[in-house]
């Protein structure tokens, strides 16, 4: 089964809209890891976020911003005012301290912002 | 500063021919390395993963294989690459249970 869902294949936004990556997890590990990445044209995986699963808190970095909720298994992620730098595809990720080394990766949404 | 280099960043490589990617990581010391392939339109797919020097672990039964010949490389080889076997290849090192560094990542065609 697939660990971690990214149900959007890809999304088109137009520059300084706000724009919305989905993803769902699955773990029956009580203590996991959860993250994004952003992939640009280059290739080379940029890490973006780590979130613990015992911290729900939402994080806002500049205009990025995620929501974390165990109550739907959701670690969303939010671009505001989107810039054409913004395009790139994003991949969620998770681990579960059960299984250490593994990190689950979801298929990844494309997004491109159109300026 | 802590880096990750991957090469080479693309190769063309005939069905049969033998597979060497390497990857080497400065400022740290036992690091934990991975190697992931990525087909199109799809997500990253971990092949193999190392602790330290000698250790391996395999994910995925292929045509694949990896060494760890030293504390800062990590090499995924093949004898005989199968037409498959063509995708993206990243290799990447954790920081405190994160995949924090990632090669620039090598396109392999198989022909």
């Known amino acids: 089964a697939q660990k971690v869902t990214q149900a959007q294949t890809e999304i088109s936004v137009v520059e300084k809209e706000d724009v919305t990556l989905d993803c769902v997890y699955e773990?029956?590990?009580?203590?996991?890891?959860l993250f994004w990445y952003k992939q640009p044209p280059s290739g080379e995986l940029v890490f973006l976020i780590r979130?613990?699963?015992?911290?729900?808190q939402n994080e806002i970095s500049g205009r990025y911003s995620w929501n974390f909720q165990k109550s739907t298994s959701s670690f969303n992620f939010t671009i505001t005012a989107s810039q054409v730098v913004d395009s790139a595809v994003y991949f969620c990720a998770l681990s579960e301290a059960s299984t250490g080394n593994q990190f689950y990766f979801g298929t990844g949404t494309s997004l491109t912002v159109i300026p | 500063s802590q880096t990750i280099h991957q090469w080479p960043a693309t190769l063309v490589q005939p069905v049969g021919s033998p597979l060497s990617l390497e990857c080497t990581v400065e400022?740290?010391?036992?690091?934990?390395l991975y190697w992931y392939r990525q087909a199109a339109g799809r997500g990253l797919q971990l092949l193999f993963y190392s602790v330290g020097i000698g250790q391996i672990s395999s994910e995925v039964p292929q045509n694949l294989s990896a060494s760890r010949p030293q504390d800062r490389q990590f090499i995924l080889s093949s004898k005989k690459l199968l037409l498959s076997d063509s995708g993206f290849y990243l290799c990447?090192?954790?920081?405190?249970?994160?995949?924090?560094?990632f090669g620039q990542g090598t396109r392999l065609t198989v022909v």
């Open positions: 979130r613990n699963s015992f911290d729900e």
């Open positions: 400022g740290t010391s036992n690091p934990n």
């Open positions: 990447a090192w954790s920081v405190l249970s994160t995949l924090r560094f």
């Open positions: 773990t029956r590990d009580t203590t996991y890891y």
